[in-house]
């Protein structure tokens, strides 16, 4: 069990990075582009088959449902660089959080 927490904490890292980055980073293109980084990096020291299947789907998923939760009144973003909705970074946040959801499950077993 131990060891399971360790690996799915090993996982989350990137994602606690990008989340801490953003108060620190106003300018969204900019956090964008080090998400997308960050991304790269990860996927570099680890990637597994279908990781890139799951970001595509987590990446226009999330914006869909992103635009929709906006649209009812459920959400708001002081920032919205993409498409005046939401910020621009959101999307790829959404897509590497598939990437570590699948592979966290994974992890456990399910």
Known sequence: MINKT???????????IMISLIPLITNDYLLA???IIIIILALF??????DFVFMFFG???????????????????VRNSLFGLMP????????????VMRRSVKIIGV
């Open 33 to 35: 582009s080090i998400y």
């Open 59 to 77: 990446f226009f998923a999330m914006i869909i449902s992103e635009s929709i939760f906006i649209s009812t009144g459920v959400e708001t973003f």
């Open 6 to 16: 360790i690996k799915i904490l090993k996982e989350i890292i990137p994602i606690l």
């Open 45 to 50: 020291i680890k990637r597994e088959k279908g």
């Open 88 to 99: 621009m970074w959101l999307p790829f946040l959404w897509a590497y959080a598939f990437v």
